[in-house]
């Protein structure tokens, strides 16, 4: 490599390293604006309200409004313990282990029913097109999985059951709680 190259390639580093950090730098105080912490602004937007019903997107409470007791009782596992909770979804799972049983629930926007279940078919999982009380979705099952989804407009709803030891049938237990979920869909 000759020396004009050897230099050009460290040059162009930096320059792109600068306009790269320069993107990150904090805005400059708006007027009346007396921050002048280092810190740059964040910008919190929150999801909008919805209407319920197909088509028109989902509301939905704390892990969709659904209790502890109901999903211990559907997935029949006594020792489900919600692990996970947050603002996209809940889990509740028995712990980590060869026969862990773990349940989620996750709430979507933006990204659609079919190109999820177009994943999932890819990965080698049977995909059947279903409908929960109107709405429109997808199941997964395989051995000891079930997964089921129901589609609102930009939103749709993913319960995931994996079990080795369910006294339940997977897809019944989750047949059941996106029936419970959907019929607590915009009352919070």
């Not at 792109?16 to 400059?28: N, Q, W």
């Not at 282990?97 to 629930?105: A, N, R, V, Y």
Request: glycine share 12%.
């Amino acid at each position: 490599m000759d020396t004009v190259s050897a230099r050009i390639v460290p040059v162009s580093a930096l320059v792109i390293a600068a306009a790269m950090l320069a993107g990150c730098s904090p805005k400059p105080p708006a007027d009346g604006d007396s921050d002048s912490g280092g810190s740059p602004d964040v910008q919190v937007s929150t999801v909008p309200e919805v209407n319920n019903g197909p088509g028109k997107g989902f509301k939905l409470g704390d892990c969709g409004g659904m209790s502890d007791a109901e999903v211990v009782a559907a997935v029949g596992v006594p020792g489900l313990k919600r692990d996970v909770d947050s603002l996209l979804g809940c889990r509740w799972s028995t712990g980590p282990g060869t026969q862990d049983t773990s349940i989620s629930l996750y709430w979507y926007r933006g990204s659609s029913a079919q190109k999820e279940a177009s994943v999932a078919r890819n990965l080698g999982h049977t995909v059947e097109s279903v409908t929960t009380k109107s709405y429109p979705g997808y199941r997964v099952s395989n051995v000891g999985l079930c997964e089921l989804s129901a589609g609102s407009g930009p939103d749709f709803l993913h319960w995931s059951l994996q079990s080795p030891v369910a006294k339940n049938d997977p897809c019944k237990a989750v047949d059941t709680l996106m029936d419970s979920l959907l019929g607590k869909v915009g009352k919070e």
